[in-house]
């Protein structure tokens, strides 16, 4: 019985992911500093930050692709928990982090999957 309920919970979160588009994204160093220029150091805060750069600052890399659904605030403010109910590898993550990698982004209405595409060192930043 706590199989068949398991295996239900999955499915029906399966069920209820709606596909909203996929996107893809060089990190590059100004998405690693917020707006006051304090360095970010989580996966999903450089995220957020490289999707506020690319909407609202217009602050773009070469490969920043439009997205579908960060735009609004409300859906940037939410990117965290949305990775966090997704997939990505920790190694994913900490190149995020720790480099400037080009990432794939996939977006559902209640989650993100996140993959590195191609990962390069972080350069050095003048950004204080």
């Given at each position: 019985m706590k199989k068949f309920l398991v295996l239900a919970t999955i499915f029906s979160s399966l069920v209820s992911a709606k596909y909203i588009g996929t996107y893809y994204a060089k990190l590059g160093t100004s998405d690693h500093f917020n707006s006051h220029g304090t360095r970010l150091t989580k996966a999903a805060e450089i995220i957020r930050q490289d999707r506020y750069n690319y909407h609202i600052r217009g602050i773009r890399d070469a490969a920043d692709e439009w997205d579908p659904f960060f735009a609004s605030k409300r859906n940037r403010?939410?990117?965290e928990r949305m990775?966090?109910?997704g997939s990505s590898s920790g190694s994913a993550l900490s190149a995020i982090v720790n480099g400037?990698?080009?990432?794939?982004v996939k977006v559902?209405?209640?989650h993100i999957n996140v993959t590195v595409i191609k990962s390069k060192k972080r350069e050095k930043s003048s950004i204080k």
């Open positions: 403010d939410i990117l990775l966090k109910k400037t990698p080009l990432i794939k559902y209405n209640d």
